[in-house]
C-alpha cells in the first residue's frame, strides 16, 4: 500500500512502500559554479549570470551551488573580478534559495594545505556574506582535514555538508562508505554528499551505495556526480529510488559532457511520480533561454571545446576527471609530448596505486596526474619529483585510503619520516602576516583571507581594482596613502 502526502503547494511529499519511507528529490542547480567550471573553465562572469538569477531563484530549487571550488581563483586570476563582491551580489538577486559552495576541507579553495585561522575567517566571511550550505570534503576522505570546517561553519550558523569522494579500487569498497558515512555523521555533518567527481558511480552501484548510506547514517543524503562517462542521469535515478534526498544539475546550456546531468531532463523523468520536485517549468524555460546565448558563445569562441561535451566510457578506467583531462593535455603541449597522451593515461592509475589510492580530486588529482606527466617524459618512473609529490608522500596532505608504496615512499623522500599528525597542527597561524601584507591594499576584512589564500595572485588584482576606481573616480584616491577612503 502506498501512501503519499503533499506539501503545501500540492506536490508529492512523502511515498510509504513496505514500510520504508523514500522523500520527493530536491535538486541543487551547479549551472553558476560546477557547470561552467567543468565546461567553460569557470570563465563566466556575474555580469554573465546577473539576467538570470532571479528567474533561478523562481525555479524552485532546495538550493544554487554558486560558489566554491575553482571559481574564487578564476575570478581573481583571470576575471579580474572580486570573488566576496561575486557573492554578494548573487544574494542580494537570490531571495528564496539557499546557496550552496564548494570547499575543500584544509585545502580550503586553494590547493594546499592551510592553517586553521585562515579556514576559520573564510568561513565566517562566506557565511557572512550569503553562503547558506557549505559543502565540505578533504581529497583523501581524512575526517581529520574536514574538523576546523566543521567547527567554524557551525560556529557562524551555517550548514555542513561532508562529502564523500566517491572513486573505484580495490580499498574503495561498500564497508568503507558505509564507515566513512558514520565517521562524517560523528563529526557533526548536517547532510552527506556522494561527490562523483569523474562519473565512475554505475547505476546498480548507486543504488546499492544509497541504500546502504541510508541505513547507516540518519541524514540527509545528496548525490553528486558528472556525464563524463554517460552514466550519470541513470545513476541519479537509481539513486532516487533507493531513497537519496538531493541531486545536483545544471541548467542544459551548462550541462552533460564533463558537467551534471541537465536539470531540466531529470525534472521531467521524475515527474508526475512520487519523487516529482515540483520544479516550475516556465522558470526552467526562461532560464534555459537566456543561457543558451552564453553557450553558443562559448562554443563560437572555442571557450567549449567539443573535446568536453562527447562522452568517455574510458573514464571509467583512467578514472580521470574531466578538468584534469584538459590540464594533462595542455602539460603535455607545454613539453611537446602531445603524442605520449595514451601512456599517460595507463601510467596515472600506476601512481595513483603507488600513493595509497586517493581519490582523483583537487589537490590530488593534479599531483598524480603531474607525476604521471614527469614519468612518461622523462623516461624513468620518480626520476623527477615535484615537490607537492614530495609532501603528498610525506604525509603533508592528510593519511591516504591505504599506506604508500615502501618503495615509491624510499624513492622520493628517502629517509625522511612520514607525517603521521593533521597537517595542519604543523602550521602556524597566517592572518597576522596576511593583515601586514595587505596594509596598503585593504578595502574590506575579506581581503586578509584572499591575500592568505593567493598570495601571489592577490597583489595584482589588489592593484587592478585601485586602478579601476581611480579611473571611475580619481578625485577620490588618497594619493598619501595610496588607498581609497573606506
Known amino acids: 500500500m502506498e501512501t503519499i502526502t503533499k506539501r ?57 551551488e554558486v560558489w566554491g571550488g575553482a571559481t574564487f581563483d578564476a575570478c581573481l586570476r583571470f576575471l579580474r573580478e572580486d570573488p566576496w563582491e561575486r557573492l554578494r551580489v548573487i544574494r542580494k538577486r537570490v531571495k528564496n534559495t539557499k546557496l550552496q559552495m564548494l570547499f575543500r576541507g584544509q585545502n580550503m579553495v586553494g590547493y594546499r594545505v592551510y592553517p586553521d585561522d585562515v579556514v576559520e575567517e573564510f568561513i565566517k566571511h562566506a557565511i557572512g556574506n550569503g553562503i547558506d550550505i557549505v559543502r565540505i570534503f578533504d581529497a583523501l576522505n581524512d575526517a581529520r582535514n574536514l574538523e576546523s570546517s566543521v567547527k567554524a561553519v557551525k560556529k557562524y550558523g551555517g550548514s555542513a555538508q561532508l562529502a564523500i569522494a566517491y572513486t573505484l579500487s580495490e580499498v574503495h569498497t561498500l564497508d568503507y562508505y558505509v564507515r566513512l558515512a558514520r565517521e562524517y555523521e560523528s563529526l557533526g555533518a548536517d547532510s552527506i554528499c556522494v561527490k562523483d567527481m569523474s562519473g565512475l558511480l554505475l547505476p546498480y552501484a548507486a543504488y546499492e551505495l544509497v541504500a546502504a548510506l541510508k541505513r547507516a547514517v540518519k541524514l540527509p543524503l545528496q548525490v553528486h556526480s558528472h556525464f563524463t562517462s554517460g552514466l550519470a542521469s541513470m545513476s541519479y535515478l537509481k539513486a532516487v529510488e533507493a531513497g537519496a534526498d538531493i541531486i545536483d544539475t545544471a541548467m542544459s546550456p551548462f550541462a552533460l559532457g564533463t558537467s551534471q546531468p541537465a536539470t531540466e531532463v531529470m525534472a521531467e523523468v521524475l515527474s508526475g511520480t512520487p519523487y516529482d520536485p515540483g520544479l516550475d517549468r516556465e522558470a526552467l524555460r526562461a532560464v534555459g533561454a537566456a543561457l543558451r546565448p552564453l553557450r553558443e558563445a562559448a562554443m563560437a569562441s572555442g571557450l567549449m571545446s567539443i573535446k568536453v561535451l562527447g562522452v568517455d566510457i574510458d573514464t571509467l578506467t583512467y578514472q580521470v576527471p574531466g578538468g584534469m583531462l584538459s590540464n594533462l593535455v595542455s602539460q603535455l603541449k607545454t613539453q611537446g609530448a602531445e603524442a605520449k597522451f595514451e601512456q599517460v593515461l595507463r601510467e596515472i592509475p600506476a601512481v595513483r596505486a603507488d600513493f595509497g589510492y586517493p581519490p582523483l580530486v583537487t589537490p590530488s588529482s593534479q599531483i598524480v596526474g603531474t607525476q604521471a606527466v614527469l614519468n612518461v617524459v622523462m623516461g624513468e618512473r620518480y626520476k623527477m619529483v615535484p615537490k607537492e609529490s614530495r609532501d603528498f608522500v610525506k604525509g603533508m596532505y592528510g593519511k591516504t585510503p591505504v599506506p604508500i608504496s615502501e618503495d615509491v615512499r624510499k624513492k622520493i623522500i628517502g629517509d625522511e619520516k612520514q607525517v603521521t599528525a593533521r597537517p595542519a597542527d604543523l602550521l602556524p597561524p597566517a592572518l597576522p602576516e596576511a593583515a601586514a601584507k595587505t596594509a596598503e591594499y585593504w578595502e574590506q576584512p575579506e581581503d586578509v583571507v584572499t591575500y592568505a589564500l593567493f598570495p601571489n595572485v592577490a597583489p595584482e588584482f589588489f592593484k587592478y581594482r585601485q586602478a579601476q576606481k581611480y579611473k571611475a573616480d580619481p578625485a577620490r584616491y588618497d594619493k598619501a596613502n595610496k588607498v581609497y577612503p573606506v
Not at 530536491?26 to 556575474?46: C, E, N, P, V, Y
Open 8 to 64: 503545501p503547494d500540492g506536490t508529492p511529499d512523502r511515498l510509504s512502500v513496505a514500510g520504508g519511507t523514500t522523500a520527493a528529490v530536491k535538486f541543487t542547480d551547479t549551472t553558476f559554479r560546477d557547470g561552467q567550471q567543468s565546461l567553460i573553465a569557470t570563465r563566466m562572469t556575474t555580469e554573465e549570470m546577473l539576467p538570470v538569477l532571479e528567474k533561478m531563484d523562481q525555479a524552485g530549487f532546495y538550493s544554487m
